[in-house]
């Protein structure tokens, strides 16, 4: 695996394999890496003749200061894990780098999308994803783009930046990975200590109550039933909520017919985990 550094050398060098007609799959992360982001990177090796994986920890998509400050940083196994996986291209590109001194950051219209939900509970959140991505789609110019479902908004606001600038990329939504008891694997996992670790499956069984207990008519009782099931196990919920599957606009009110979601965002003590599960 080549690991590259700066912006002109990653643009050079993959220009060249697009013009020699290799397509080029792109994994964006963070790091951190578990499962989740290799079964991303396996899926773009499968499709693409050159895999670029980056890992950058963006300043500008954490609302809350101490996140950034905890978010884990394990940089040596992740490299050891993207080699394993075969990875073609590391990108690990500088705070300074990315982020230009004097340079006004973009704005990004992204319509409700940025008033609920995530949105709603972490501020310029998806401002900070969107200028993020938007730089590195720049500096990769992949074919295709691997997004993970766990982070279903997520997904939708890059899709909706996508198409804002017209961007030449196709987008895949890969299923998230999961523990053996289903806890939705994610780099804030780590934190969890041993008594966090086992409250934390209670994301994925209330996910799976509201599957399991959905009836058309009003979602009220069912969202207030979800959110005691956390709040009785020592959980501060930001959101237990039902949304169209397709547009993620919030429904109160089912028709039966109408695909969903159920999405949860809660704290265990400081961790905030989230997790989404389409009913
Ligand atoms: P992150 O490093 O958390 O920003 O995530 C980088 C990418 O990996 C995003 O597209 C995430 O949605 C995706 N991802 C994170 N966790 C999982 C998971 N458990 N399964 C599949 N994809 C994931």
């Given at each position: 695996m080549i690991i590259i550094k700066h912006i002109d050398k990653i643009e050079e060098i993959l220009a060249q394999k697009k013009s020699n007609g290799k397509t080029i799959g792109f994994v964006p992360t963070m790091g951190a890496l578990h499962a989740g982001h290799i079964s991303l990177i396996e899926k773009s090796k499968s499709e693409n003749d050159f895999t670029v994986c980056s890992i950058f920890v963006n300043?500008?998509?954490?609302?809350?200061a101490i996140d950034l400050q905890k978010y884990p940083i394990t940089i040596e196994k992740d490299i050891d894990q993207l080699e394993l996986a075969v990875c073609d291209i590391l990108f690990l590109p500088s705070t300074a780098e990315m982020y230009v001194e004097g340079e006004k950051n973009e704005h990004y219209n992204l319509g409700m999308l940025e008033t609920i939900l995530e949105g709603k509970y972490r501020p310029g959140h998806f401002q900070g994803v969107c200028i993020i991505v938007d730089k590195l789609l720049k500096a990769v110019n992949p074919n295709t783009l691997y997004l993970g479902e766990k982070d279903y908004q997520q997904c939708m606001v890059i899709k909706k930046m996508m198409a804002s600038k017209n961007y030449d990329v196709v987008l895949k939504v890969c299923e998230t990975v999961r523990e053996n008891d289903e806890l939705a694997m994610s780099s804030?996992?780590?934190?969890?200590?041993k008594n966090e670790r086992i409250a934390a499956l209670k994301i994925i069984e209330t996910l799976k109550f509201i599957k399991s207990e959905i009836k058309p008519g009003k979602l009220d009782k069912i969202k207030s039933t979800a959110t005691n099931l956390l709040t009785e196990n020592g959980y501060k919920v930001d959101y237990t909520e039902i949304a169209d599957a397709e547009t993620l606009e919030l429904i109160d009110y089912w028709d039966g017919d109408k695909k969903l979601v159920a999405l949860v965002a809660a704290y265990l003590n400081d961790i905030r985990l989230i997790d989404n599960l389409i009913l």
């Open positions: 300043p500008t998509q954490f609302n809350n804030r996992n780590i934190r969890l200590n």
